[in-house]
């Protein structure tokens, strides 16, 4: 499995952003059946930084229901990753 395979995308939200000015964290939804090693090689690799820690999470899908309609919402797992200090990305730059 490729880097670009890996890393699916940045969640950009408020709370995510937030975090990445304070402590350097920058937020990633990942693929399935990844580990934390193959997480910190990926993101390494593709925007050449230093990174100091990873944290993963697994978002369960949550029941919806619009008028009579009902479904549930995509199950995401998230990958938490703290940069090393001095480090910055060049993705939210604007």
Same mark, same amino acid.
């Given at each position: 499995?490729?880097?670009?395979?890996?890393?699916?995308?940045?969640?950009?939200?408020?709370?995510?952003?937030?975090?990445?000015?304070?402590?350097?964290?920058?937020?990633?939804?990942?693929?399935?059946?990844?580990?934390?090693?193959? =997480? /910190?090689? *990926?993101?390494?690799?593709?925007?050449?930084?230093?990174?100091? #820690?990873?944290?993963? @999470?697994?978002?369960?899908?949550?029941?919806?229901?619009?008028?009579?309609?009902?479904?549930?919402?995509?199950? =995401? /797992?998230? *990958?938490?990753?703290?940069?090393?200090?001095?480090?910055?990305? #060049?993705?939210?730059? @604007?």
């Amino acid at each position: 499995m490729s880097a670009r395979d890996i890393i699916i995308r940045p969640i950009v939200t408020e709370k995510t952003m937030r975090d990445y000015d304070s402590e350097g964290k920058v937020t990633f939804h990942i693929a399935k059946g990844t580990n934390k090693t193959e =997480v /910190r090689q *990926a993101v390494e690799s593709i925007f050449k930084v230093k990174v100091d #820690k990873v944290n993963i @999470v697994n978002v369960r899908a949550k029941k919806r229901r619009i008028g009579k309609y009902s479904g549930k919402t995509n199950a =995401v /797992r998230k *990958a938490i990753v703290k940069l090393a200090a001095g480090e910055e990305l #060049k993705l939210f730059d @604007v």
